[in-house]
């Protein structure tokens, strides 16, 4: 069984920049493909950010040359480095495999942006 553990998340004025980490344990996930999911107050959660195991990117627009996700096979880490952050980008980050494989959810990091 995976589990992760989302760390680097805080509050950070609009125009700001975080880097979020995501330790992955149980199992090696360097099979699989990872990703980023937020999810607002008002909102379901949904990825935001995708990984391949070959390390082919892909991101949701409103995210789109601000956030960049990256992985490290050997640390069996996943991260997000995100710029330029806007209020709407307030909400708690969680990792997990793509597409979902049953692995259970991290208790994510709590992302605030402030005007």
């Known amino acids: 069984q995976v589990q992760f553990v989302e760390s680097g998340g805080g509050l950070v004025q609009s125009g700001g920049s975080l880097r979020l980490s995501c330790a992955a344990s149980?199992?090696?996930?360097?099979?699989?493909?990872a990703a980023w999911y937020r999810q607002g107050p008002e909102n379901q959660r949904m990825w935001v950010a995708r990984?391949?195991?070959?390390?082919?990117?892909t991101y949701v627009d409103p995210v789109k040359g601000r956030f960049s996700i990256s992985r490290d096979n050997a640390k069996n880490t996943v991260y997000l480095q995100m710029h330029n952050l806007i209020s709407e980008d307030t909400a708690i980050y969680y990792c997990?495999?793509?597409?979902?494989?049953?692995?259970?959810w991290g208790q994510g990091t709590q992302v605030t942006v402030s005007a």
């Open positions: 997990n495999l793509f597409p979902l494989r049953g692995a259970g």
């Open positions: 149980g199992r090696n996930i360097s099979r699989w493909d």
């Open positions: 990984i391949t195991t070959g390390g082919t990117t």
